[in-house]
Protein backbone atom coordinates (compact mmCIF):
# COMPACT_ATOMS: atom_id res chain seq x y z
CA UNK A 1 0.00 0.00 0.00
CA UNK A 2 1.03 3.26 -1.24
CA UNK A 3 2.44 5.81 2.02
CA UNK A 4 0.53 8.88 1.26
CA UNK A 5 3.42 11.93 2.51
CA UNK A 6 3.52 15.39 1.22
CA UNK A 7 7.07 15.59 -0.63
CA UNK A 8 8.71 17.81 -3.33
CA UNK A 9 9.22 16.79 -6.42
CA UNK A 10 12.50 15.99 -6.13
CA UNK A 11 10.87 13.76 -3.51
CA UNK A 12 11.70 14.89 -0.20
CA UNK A 13 8.96 15.58 2.94
CA UNK A 14 7.69 18.96 2.76
CA UNK A 15 8.37 20.22 6.77
CA UNK A 16 5.26 19.88 9.00
CA UNK A 17 5.81 23.83 10.44
CA UNK A 18 5.29 24.90 6.52
CA UNK A 19 2.38 22.48 6.34
CA UNK A 20 0.53 23.63 9.89
CA UNK A 21 1.05 27.52 8.63
CA UNK A 22 -1.01 26.60 5.42
CA UNK A 23 -3.63 24.38 7.29
CA UNK A 24 -3.83 27.64 9.51
CA UNK A 25 -4.67 30.09 7.00
CA UNK A 26 -6.80 28.05 4.45
CA UNK A 27 -10.65 28.22 4.82
CA UNK A 28 -11.40 25.35 3.36
CA UNK A 29 -11.03 21.64 4.11
CA UNK A 30 -7.85 20.25 4.05
CA UNK A 31 -7.22 16.51 4.36
CA UNK A 32 -3.98 14.08 4.48
CA UNK A 33 -3.33 10.73 5.03
CA UNK A 34 -5.13 9.36 8.83
CA UNK A 35 -7.91 12.18 8.50
CA UNK A 36 -11.49 11.55 7.85
CA UNK A 37 -12.71 11.86 4.59
CA UNK A 38 -9.40 11.53 3.13
CA UNK A 39 -10.23 7.38 1.55
CA UNK A 40 -13.28 9.57 0.12
CA UNK A 41 -11.86 12.98 -1.18
CA UNK A 42 -9.11 11.02 -3.20
CA UNK A 43 -11.79 8.68 -4.75
CA UNK A 44 -13.26 9.57 -8.23
CA UNK A 45 -15.55 8.40 -10.75
CA UNK A 46 -13.13 5.82 -12.77
CA UNK A 47 -12.38 2.59 -10.24
CA UNK A 48 -9.23 2.39 -12.40
CA UNK A 49 -7.15 5.17 -10.73
CA UNK A 50 -6.07 4.62 -7.39
CA UNK A 51 -3.75 7.36 -5.62
CA UNK A 52 -2.51 8.75 -2.78
CA UNK A 53 -1.54 12.56 -2.23
CA UNK A 54 0.33 14.21 0.15
CA UNK A 55 -2.62 17.11 0.56
CA UNK A 56 -6.05 17.71 -0.82
CA UNK A 57 -6.71 20.97 -0.36
CA UNK A 58 -10.80 21.71 -0.95
CA UNK A 59 -11.06 25.36 -1.41
CA UNK A 60 -13.99 26.84 -0.14
CA UNK A 61 -13.24 29.90 -2.81
CA UNK A 62 -10.93 31.77 -5.31
CA UNK A 63 -8.79 32.84 -2.17
CA UNK A 64 -7.91 29.41 -1.01
CA UNK A 65 -7.09 28.50 -4.56
CA UNK A 66 -4.17 31.26 -4.97
CA UNK A 67 -2.70 30.06 -0.93
CA UNK A 68 -2.69 26.67 -2.26
CA UNK A 69 -0.94 27.65 -5.48
CA UNK A 70 1.74 30.02 -3.78
CA UNK A 71 2.09 27.03 -1.27
CA UNK A 72 2.89 24.29 -3.77
CA UNK A 73 5.17 26.78 -5.56
CA UNK A 74 7.15 27.74 -2.43
CA UNK A 75 7.83 24.16 -1.78
CA UNK A 76 8.66 23.03 -4.99
CA UNK A 77 5.00 20.37 -4.85
CA UNK A 78 3.56 18.70 -7.69
CA UNK A 79 0.19 19.86 -8.49
CA UNK A 80 -3.10 18.60 -9.99
CA UNK A 81 -6.26 20.20 -10.56
CA UNK A 82 -9.90 18.53 -9.31
CA UNK A 83 -12.95 19.88 -11.12
CA UNK A 84 -15.61 17.53 -11.45
CA UNK A 85 -12.93 14.05 -11.54
CA UNK A 86 -14.64 13.14 -14.47
CA UNK A 87 -11.52 12.68 -16.69
CA UNK A 88 -10.52 9.33 -17.21
CA UNK A 89 -7.35 9.40 -17.30
CA UNK A 90 -7.58 10.38 -13.36
CA UNK A 91 -5.71 13.61 -14.11
CA UNK A 92 -7.57 15.08 -10.80
CA UNK A 93 -5.24 13.40 -8.71
CA UNK A 94 -1.22 12.48 -8.04
CA UNK A 95 0.92 10.73 -5.75
CA UNK A 96 2.45 12.84 -3.09
CA UNK A 97 1.55 16.23 -4.24
CA UNK A 98 -1.07 18.28 -3.38
CA UNK A 99 -4.76 18.28 -5.11
CA UNK A 100 -6.07 21.66 -5.64
CA UNK A 101 -10.08 20.45 -5.53
CA UNK A 102 -12.50 22.93 -6.39
CA UNK A 103 -15.45 20.68 -6.04
CA UNK A 104 -17.18 22.75 -3.15
CA UNK A 105 -16.94 26.06 -5.51
CA UNK A 106 -20.09 24.62 -7.15
CA UNK A 107 -22.43 27.69 -7.83
CA UNK A 108 -24.12 28.46 -10.93
CA UNK A 109 -25.77 31.72 -11.28
CA UNK A 110 -28.14 32.60 -14.58
CA UNK A 111 -28.33 36.52 -15.65
CA UNK A 112 -31.87 35.79 -17.74
CA UNK A 113 -32.36 39.19 -19.00
CA UNK A 114 -28.81 38.52 -20.83
CA UNK A 115 -28.82 35.01 -20.72
CA UNK A 116 -25.09 34.83 -19.51
CA UNK A 117 -24.13 32.28 -16.75
CA UNK A 118 -21.77 32.10 -14.23
CA UNK A 119 -20.15 28.87 -13.10
CA UNK A 120 -17.58 28.36 -10.55
CA UNK A 121 -14.68 25.84 -11.57
CA UNK A 122 -16.35 23.14 -9.42
CA UNK A 123 -19.77 23.11 -10.92
CA UNK A 124 -20.65 19.59 -12.00
CA UNK A 125 -22.95 19.51 -15.35
CA UNK A 126 -25.55 18.52 -13.30
CA UNK A 127 -25.44 21.85 -11.37
CA UNK A 128 -25.39 23.93 -14.75
CA UNK A 129 -28.62 22.04 -16.16
CA UNK A 130 -30.31 22.52 -13.13
CA UNK A 131 -30.36 26.19 -12.90
CA UNK A 132 -30.33 26.95 -16.37
CA UNK A 133 -33.17 24.77 -17.39
CA UNK A 134 -35.02 26.37 -14.20
CA UNK A 135 -35.28 29.45 -16.84
CA UNK A 136 -35.86 27.45 -20.16
CA UNK A 137 -32.21 27.81 -20.81
CA UNK A 138 -29.41 25.87 -21.56
CA UNK A 139 -25.65 26.10 -21.96
CA UNK A 140 -24.00 23.70 -24.56
CA UNK A 141 -22.03 20.73 -23.28
CA UNK A 142 -21.53 17.72 -22.30
CA UNK A 143 -24.01 14.39 -21.98
CA UNK A 144 -22.96 12.54 -18.41
CA UNK A 145 -24.32 14.74 -15.60
CA UNK A 146 -21.53 13.84 -13.55
CA UNK A 147 -19.11 15.80 -15.57
CA UNK A 148 -17.25 18.35 -14.29
CA UNK A 149 -17.55 21.86 -16.50
CA UNK A 150 -14.45 23.04 -15.90
CA UNK A 151 -12.88 19.46 -17.38
CA UNK A 152 -15.50 19.60 -20.14
CA UNK A 153 -14.74 22.95 -21.48
CA UNK A 154 -10.73 23.18 -20.68
CA UNK A 155 -11.16 20.13 -23.63
CA UNK A 156 -13.98 21.94 -26.25
CA UNK A 157 -16.77 20.09 -24.91
CA UNK A 158 -19.26 17.87 -26.86
CA UNK A 159 -23.05 17.32 -26.66
CA UNK A 160 -26.19 17.60 -27.95
CA UNK A 161 -26.85 20.91 -29.22
CA UNK A 162 -23.29 20.68 -30.68
CA UNK A 163 -24.32 21.01 -34.19
CA UNK A 164 -27.13 23.87 -33.57
CA UNK A 165 -25.29 25.74 -30.90
CA UNK A 166 -21.59 24.59 -31.49
CA UNK A 167 -18.67 23.63 -28.82
CA UNK A 168 -19.02 24.61 -24.96
CA UNK A 169 -15.86 26.47 -25.48
CA UNK A 170 -17.97 28.18 -28.47
CA UNK A 171 -20.15 29.73 -25.79
CA UNK A 172 -17.27 30.93 -23.30
CA UNK A 173 -17.81 34.54 -22.89
CA UNK A 174 -14.84 35.04 -20.19
CA UNK A 175 -12.69 33.06 -17.49
CA UNK A 176 -11.10 33.90 -14.43
CA UNK A 177 -7.82 32.39 -14.10
CA UNK A 178 -5.11 31.84 -11.37
CA UNK A 179 -2.21 31.75 -12.90
CA UNK A 180 1.03 29.42 -11.61
CA UNK A 181 1.99 32.59 -9.79
CA UNK A 182 -0.46 32.49 -7.84
CA UNK A 183 -2.34 36.09 -9.44
CA UNK A 184 -5.74 36.12 -10.68
CA UNK A 185 -6.71 37.55 -14.33
CA UNK A 186 -9.67 37.93 -16.54
CA UNK A 187 -9.30 35.68 -19.93
CA UNK A 188 -11.94 37.14 -22.28
CA UNK A 189 -11.55 38.74 -26.04
CA UNK A 190 -9.89 41.79 -24.61
CA UNK A 191 -8.43 40.98 -20.83
CA UNK A 192 -5.96 38.55 -22.08
CA UNK A 193 -6.63 37.31 -25.32
CA UNK A 194 -3.81 34.81 -26.01
CA UNK A 195 -5.01 32.89 -22.92
CA UNK A 196 -8.53 33.03 -23.44
CA UNK A 197 -7.72 31.48 -27.16
CA UNK A 198 -5.59 28.92 -25.36
CA UNK A 199 -8.27 27.95 -22.53
CA UNK A 200 -11.15 27.05 -25.33
CA UNK A 201 -9.99 23.70 -26.40
CA UNK A 202 -5.81 23.91 -24.55
CA UNK A 203 -6.92 21.57 -21.78
CA UNK A 204 -6.03 22.17 -18.16
CA UNK A 205 -1.97 23.59 -19.19
CA UNK A 206 -2.31 27.40 -18.24
CA UNK A 207 -3.74 27.60 -14.88
CA UNK A 208 -6.82 27.27 -12.74
CA UNK A 209 -9.75 28.50 -13.71
CA UNK A 210 -11.99 29.45 -10.81
CA UNK A 211 -15.22 30.64 -12.88
CA UNK A 212 -16.65 30.51 -16.41
CA UNK A 213 -19.12 33.40 -18.04
CA UNK A 214 -21.16 31.26 -21.04
CA UNK A 215 -23.79 32.41 -23.31
CA UNK A 216 -27.64 30.56 -22.76
CA UNK A 217 -29.83 29.29 -25.38
CA UNK A 218 -33.48 28.75 -25.37
CA UNK A 219 -34.13 25.24 -24.81
CA UNK A 220 -36.49 23.71 -22.69
CA UNK A 221 -38.31 20.85 -24.42
CA UNK A 222 -35.89 18.42 -27.18
CA UNK A 223 -37.48 15.69 -29.08
CA UNK A 224 -35.27 12.95 -27.74
CA UNK A 225 -34.07 9.47 -26.98
CA UNK A 226 -33.15 6.02 -28.55
CA UNK A 227 -33.95 3.67 -31.18
CA UNK A 228 -32.47 0.52 -30.90
CA UNK A 229 -32.19 -2.61 -33.27
CA UNK A 230 -30.71 -6.13 -32.91
CA UNK A 231 -26.60 -6.32 -32.70
CA UNK A 232 -27.15 -8.49 -36.05
CA UNK A 233 -28.12 -5.18 -37.55
CA UNK A 234 -25.11 -3.32 -36.79
CA UNK A 235 -23.76 -3.05 -40.37
CA UNK A 236 -27.07 -1.88 -41.79
CA UNK A 237 -27.95 0.64 -39.08
CA UNK A 238 -24.10 2.38 -39.59
CA UNK A 239 -24.97 3.03 -42.94
CA UNK A 240 -28.52 4.58 -42.56
CA UNK A 241 -26.66 6.52 -39.75
CA UNK A 242 -24.34 7.98 -42.28
CA UNK A 243 -27.01 8.50 -44.91
CA UNK A 244 -29.22 10.62 -42.12
CA UNK A 245 -26.75 12.62 -40.19
CA UNK A 246 -25.26 14.39 -43.29
CA UNK A 247 -28.49 15.47 -44.68
CA UNK A 248 -30.04 16.45 -41.17
CA UNK A 249 -30.85 19.85 -40.08
CA UNK A 250 -28.66 21.47 -37.66
CA UNK A 251 -31.25 20.89 -34.52
CA UNK A 252 -30.91 17.38 -35.34
CA UNK A 253 -27.44 15.97 -32.96
CA UNK A 254 -27.37 11.68 -33.67
CA UNK A 255 -25.03 9.41 -32.20
CA UNK A 256 -24.91 5.63 -33.65
CA UNK A 257 -23.75 3.16 -30.86
CA UNK A 258 -22.89 -0.35 -30.55
CA UNK A 259 -23.93 -1.33 -26.96
CA UNK A 260 -25.28 -3.49 -24.68
CA UNK A 261 -28.87 -2.35 -22.80
CA UNK A 262 -28.99 -3.08 -18.64
CA UNK A 263 -31.02 -6.17 -19.62
CA UNK A 264 -28.30 -7.38 -21.27
CA UNK A 265 -29.23 -7.47 -24.85
CA UNK A 266 -26.47 -6.74 -27.46
CA UNK A 267 -28.17 -3.73 -29.84
CA UNK A 268 -27.44 -1.56 -32.31
CA UNK A 269 -28.44 1.86 -30.86
CA UNK A 270 -29.09 5.29 -32.48
CA UNK A 271 -29.07 8.43 -29.69
CA UNK A 272 -31.37 11.44 -30.89
CA UNK A 273 -31.72 14.97 -29.73
CA UNK A 274 -33.98 17.30 -32.26
CA UNK A 275 -34.08 21.16 -30.28
CA UNK A 276 -36.19 22.45 -33.04
CA UNK A 277 -40.08 22.53 -33.49
CA UNK A 278 -41.23 18.78 -32.46
CA UNK A 279 -43.43 18.61 -35.26
CA UNK A 280 -40.62 18.88 -37.81
CA UNK A 281 -38.19 17.03 -35.77
CA UNK A 282 -40.92 13.92 -35.72
CA UNK A 283 -40.70 14.36 -40.20
CA UNK A 284 -37.32 14.34 -40.00
CA UNK A 285 -36.98 11.19 -38.02
CA UNK A 286 -39.75 9.35 -39.48
CA UNK A 287 -37.08 6.99 -42.21
CA UNK A 288 -35.39 5.97 -38.90
CA UNK A 289 -38.91 4.13 -37.54
CA UNK A 290 -39.48 2.73 -40.10
CA UNK A 291 -36.08 1.32 -41.12
CA UNK A 292 -36.31 -2.42 -40.46
CA UNK A 293 -37.81 -3.14 -37.03
CA UNK A 294 -36.70 -1.45 -34.21
CA UNK A 295 -36.91 -3.30 -30.63
CA UNK A 296 -37.22 -0.23 -29.05
CA UNK A 297 -38.30 3.04 -29.66
CA UNK A 298 -37.90 5.84 -26.71
CA UNK A 299 -38.03 8.85 -28.56
CA UNK A 300 -40.47 11.42 -27.81
CA UNK A 301 -40.72 14.90 -26.32
CA UNK A 302 -38.95 14.82 -23.40
CA UNK A 303 -37.53 17.69 -21.07
CA UNK A 304 -33.85 18.74 -22.10
CA UNK A 305 -33.18 18.23 -18.59
CA UNK A 306 -34.43 14.28 -19.11
CA UNK A 307 -32.51 14.24 -22.11
CA UNK A 308 -29.03 15.30 -20.39
CA UNK A 309 -29.63 12.53 -17.94
CA UNK A 310 -30.06 9.98 -21.09
CA UNK A 311 -26.45 8.95 -21.17
CA UNK A 312 -25.61 8.67 -17.11
CA UNK A 313 -26.67 5.49 -16.60
CA UNK A 314 -24.35 3.98 -18.83
CA UNK A 315 -21.01 5.26 -17.10
CA UNK A 316 -21.67 4.30 -13.09
CA UNK A 317 -19.26 5.18 -10.46
CA UNK A 318 -16.68 3.07 -9.33
CA UNK A 319 -16.51 1.07 -12.63
CA UNK A 320 -13.30 1.08 -13.93
CA UNK A 321 -12.33 2.77 -17.23
CA UNK A 322 -10.61 2.90 -20.23
CA UNK A 323 -11.18 4.61 -23.22
CA UNK A 324 -9.75 5.89 -26.76
CA UNK A 325 -11.08 8.22 -29.50
CA UNK A 326 -9.92 8.78 -32.83
CA UNK A 327 -11.17 11.00 -35.76
CA UNK A 328 -11.88 9.70 -39.08
CA UNK A 329 -11.37 11.22 -42.76
CA UNK A 330 -14.71 9.76 -43.27
CA UNK A 331 -17.02 7.61 -42.49
CA UNK A 332 -16.22 4.80 -45.15
CA UNK A 333 -17.72 1.76 -45.60
CA UNK A 334 -14.61 0.24 -44.87
CA UNK A 335 -14.40 2.06 -41.45
CA UNK A 336 -17.72 0.76 -41.13
CA UNK A 337 -16.44 -2.82 -41.16
CA UNK A 338 -14.05 -2.76 -38.72
CA UNK A 339 -15.82 -0.64 -36.48
CA UNK A 340 -18.54 -3.97 -36.73
CA UNK A 341 -15.91 -6.66 -36.37
CA UNK A 342 -14.50 -4.87 -33.10
CA UNK A 343 -17.84 -4.97 -31.38
CA UNK A 344 -18.29 -8.57 -32.26
CA UNK A 345 -14.74 -8.49 -30.06
CA UNK A 346 -16.39 -6.73 -27.21
CA UNK A 347 -16.32 -8.40 -23.74
CA UNK A 348 -17.98 -6.05 -21.24
CA UNK A 349 -21.36 -5.06 -21.57
CA UNK A 350 -20.73 -1.62 -20.23
CA UNK A 351 -18.19 -1.61 -23.49
CA UNK A 352 -19.45 0.59 -25.81
CA UNK A 353 -18.48 1.96 -29.07
CA UNK A 354 -19.81 5.54 -30.43
CA UNK A 355 -20.23 7.29 -33.62
CA UNK A 356 -20.44 11.13 -33.27
CA UNK A 357 -20.92 13.58 -35.85
CA UNK A 358 -20.36 17.00 -35.52
CA UNK A 359 -20.95 18.89 -39.00
CA UNK A 360 -22.57 22.31 -38.57
CA UNK A 361 -21.90 25.29 -35.93
CA UNK A 362 -18.52 23.93 -34.55
CA UNK A 363 -17.19 23.51 -38.15
CA UNK A 364 -18.22 27.02 -39.11
CA UNK A 365 -15.15 28.52 -36.52
CA UNK A 366 -12.24 28.79 -38.06
CA UNK A 367 -9.21 25.86 -37.06
CA UNK A 368 -7.28 28.76 -35.87
CA UNK A 369 -9.53 30.78 -33.49
CA UNK A 370 -9.94 28.65 -30.69
CA UNK A 371 -6.96 26.06 -29.50
CA UNK A 372 -9.52 22.81 -30.29
CA UNK A 373 -7.17 21.24 -33.35
CA UNK A 374 -10.17 19.46 -34.96
CA UNK A 375 -12.67 21.71 -36.24
CA UNK A 376 -12.70 19.62 -39.90
CA UNK A 377 -12.87 16.20 -38.54
CA UNK A 378 -16.27 15.78 -38.31
CA UNK A 379 -16.98 11.75 -36.88
CA UNK A 380 -15.46 11.18 -33.67
CA UNK A 381 -15.55 6.96 -32.84
CA UNK A 382 -15.47 6.87 -29.07
CA UNK A 383 -14.04 3.64 -27.77
CA UNK A 384 -15.07 2.97 -24.07
CA UNK A 385 -14.14 -0.19 -22.13
CA UNK A 386 -15.79 0.28 -18.78
CA UNK A 387 -15.97 -3.40 -16.31
CA UNK A 388 -16.21 -4.34 -12.70
CA UNK A 389 -13.43 -6.74 -11.67
CA UNK A 390 -9.98 -5.34 -11.83
CA UNK A 391 -8.79 -8.88 -12.71
CA UNK A 392 -10.34 -8.52 -16.58
CA UNK A 393 -8.08 -5.19 -16.91
CA UNK A 394 -6.11 -6.57 -19.33
CA UNK A 395 -8.61 -8.20 -21.89
CA UNK A 396 -10.74 -4.97 -21.69
CA UNK A 397 -7.70 -2.72 -22.29
CA UNK A 398 -6.42 -4.59 -24.93
CA UNK A 399 -10.01 -4.78 -26.69
CA UNK A 400 -10.22 -0.89 -26.33
CA UNK A 401 -6.03 -0.80 -28.27
CA UNK A 402 -6.86 -2.89 -30.83
CA UNK A 403 -10.41 -0.94 -31.99
CA UNK A 404 -8.33 1.59 -31.81
CA UNK A 405 -5.32 0.49 -33.91
CA UNK A 406 -7.72 -1.46 -36.39
CA UNK A 407 -9.19 2.08 -36.93
CA UNK A 408 -6.28 3.91 -37.78
CA UNK A 409 -6.27 3.46 -41.58
CA UNK A 410 -9.14 5.08 -41.33
CA UNK A 411 -8.20 7.73 -38.75
CA UNK A 412 -6.84 11.53 -39.07
CA UNK A 413 -4.71 10.69 -36.82
CA UNK A 414 -6.58 13.29 -34.55
CA UNK A 415 -8.64 12.48 -31.13
CA UNK A 416 -11.01 14.13 -28.73
CA UNK A 417 -8.90 15.80 -25.97
CA UNK A 418 -11.01 14.39 -23.19
CA UNK A 419 -11.75 10.77 -24.50
CA UNK A 420 -8.57 9.35 -23.60
CA UNK A 421 -7.07 7.48 -21.10
CA UNK A 422 -3.15 7.93 -22.19
CA UNK A 423 -1.22 9.52 -24.49
CA UNK A 424 2.61 10.15 -25.46
CA UNK A 425 4.22 13.90 -26.49
CA UNK A 426 3.39 12.81 -30.51
CA UNK A 427 -0.42 11.76 -29.58
CA UNK A 428 -0.32 15.07 -27.52
CA UNK A 429 0.25 17.32 -30.41
CA UNK A 430 -2.01 15.31 -32.72
CA UNK A 431 -4.53 16.67 -30.30
CA UNK A 432 -3.74 19.99 -30.96
CA UNK A 433 -3.24 19.78 -34.97
CA UNK A 434 -1.34 23.19 -36.32
CA UNK A 435 -2.48 24.82 -33.28
CA UNK A 436 0.40 23.43 -30.85
CA UNK A 437 2.58 25.60 -31.35
CA UNK A 438 0.87 28.69 -30.72
CA UNK A 439 -0.28 26.91 -27.51
CA UNK A 440 3.12 26.60 -26.53
CA UNK A 441 3.95 29.73 -26.98
CA UNK A 442 1.24 31.18 -24.36
CA UNK A 443 2.43 28.43 -22.02
CA UNK A 444 5.39 29.77 -22.22
CA UNK A 445 4.14 33.48 -21.61
CA UNK A 446 1.92 32.24 -18.46
CA UNK A 447 3.90 28.84 -16.90
CA UNK A 448 7.12 28.78 -18.43
CA UNK A 449 8.02 26.61 -15.48
CA UNK A 450 5.49 23.70 -16.49
CA UNK A 451 4.06 24.08 -13.22
CA UNK A 452 0.72 22.88 -14.22
CA UNK A 453 2.03 19.85 -15.78
CA UNK A 454 -0.45 17.27 -14.87
CA UNK A 455 -3.08 17.27 -17.98
CA UNK A 456 -2.65 16.48 -21.58
CA UNK A 457 0.48 18.50 -21.00
CA UNK A 458 1.86 21.03 -23.56
CA UNK A 459 5.72 21.92 -22.35
CA UNK A 460 6.78 25.79 -22.98
CA UNK A 461 8.59 26.75 -25.95
CA UNK A 462 11.61 27.52 -25.42
Known amino acids: MHSATLKRRDGTPIDTTAIDIFRNNFAGQIFSAGDAGYDKARRIWNASIDKYPGLIARCSGVNDVIRAVKFARANDVLVSIKGGGHNVAGRALC ?22 VHVQGGALLENLDTETQRHGLAVPAGVVPKT ?38 TAN ?11 RGGGGNFGVVTSFSFRAHP ?3 VLGGQLLWPRSEARAIMHLYRSF ?29 WCGDIAEGERVIEPLRRFGTPIRDTVEPIPFLAMQGLAGRSYPDDMHNYWKSTFLTAFSDEAIDVLVEQGTQMKSPLSSLLVEYYAGAPTRVGQADTAFGQRNALYNIGISGQWPDPKESDQHIGWVRATSDALQPYSTGDYLLNFTSDEVLDRTKAAFGDNYARLAEVKAKYDPTNFFSLNQNIKPAH
Open 95 to 116: DDGIVIDLSAMNRVTVDVQTRK
Open 148 to 185: GIAGLTLGGGVGWLVRKYGLTIDNLESCEVVTAEGDLV
Open 189 to 199: DHSNPDLFWAL
Open 219 to 221: VRT
Open 245 to 273: ITTAPEEMTAYAGIITTPDGEPVSALYIC
